[in-house]
């Protein structure tokens, strides 16, 4: 049970693109297509905003995307915005009832 | 609207046991699976447990199985974890989540309780 690794920050300007990694082994993402992306505000209940590698919860905005290839996930931020500068984590599904979450990643908007 | 509250977080001795609560409203509790996760501070998330929705099925992460348990109380819409045994490295955020039913992920959290363990 190995966390998931990501950078630990990311920048960019506004109206800008990022993509935050995060990778894991063939026993969790290479093997389930059960990856989930969570926004964190300290102090804050984290919040789901893709699940399942590339779908949106309800009321979540399009300008986060998913995706994933062999062991490494991604999230893509389009259009950066001001209120994006947060923490994200990804999880995935490890078999047996099992998750793994990864180590985080600060977002800053410069 | 759903709401997830955990309480209970405290300050506690190497060796000592605490048992945290999340009280759970706005949805029917009992129709859902329902996680633990930490944060230790600095650090990123880290699955706890999970637990079925009569409790009769849980599931521990190595870290904490033989010293953590995970429980409900479906009269009364709370979850429970009694941690014993407790180490330093015990110390963190402790948040309830809500698991989707037959899916993969949390799609509601609370917003943590503080656990800390110091001599």
């Known amino acids: 049970q190995s966390a998931l690794t990501q950078p630990a920050s990311v920048s960019g300007s506004p109206g800008q693109s990022i993509t935050i990694s995060c990778t894991g082994s063939s026993s969790d993402i290479g093997a389930y297509d059960h990856v989930s992306w969570y926004q964190h505000f300290p102090g804050k209940a984290p919040k789901l905003i893709i699940y399942d590698v590339n779908y949106w919860p309800s009321g979540i905005s399009n300008h986060f995307s998913g995706s994933k290839s062999g062991n490494t996930a991604s999230l893509t931020i389009s259009g950066l915005r001001a209120e994006d500068e947060a923490d994200y984590y990804c999880?995935?599904?490890?078999?047996?009832?099992?998750?793994?979450f990864g180590t985080g990643t600060k977002v800053t908007v410069l | 609207e759903v709401q997830l509250v955990e309480s209970g977080g405290a300050v506690v001795q190497p060796g000592g046991s605490l048992r945290i609560s999340c009280a759970a409203s706005?949805?029917?509790?009992?129709?859902?699976?329902m996680h633990w996760v930490r944060q230790r501070p600095g650090k990123g998330l880290e699955w706890v447990s999970l637990i079925n929705w009569d409790g009769g099925y849980k599931v521990y992460a190595d870290s904490v199985r033989g010293r953590f348990t995970i429980s409900r109380d479906n009269g009364r819409n709370s979850l429970y974890l009694q941690m014993n045994s407790l180490t330093t490295a015990d110390t963190a955020v402790y948040f309830c989540g809500r698991r989707r039913g037959g899916k993969n992920f949390l799609d509601y959290w609370g917003q943590g309780t503080l656990v800390t363990v110091s001599p």
């Open positions: 706005g949805f029917s509790f009992d129709d859902y699976m």
């Open positions: 999880s995935s599904y490890a078999g047996s009832d099992t998750y793994v």
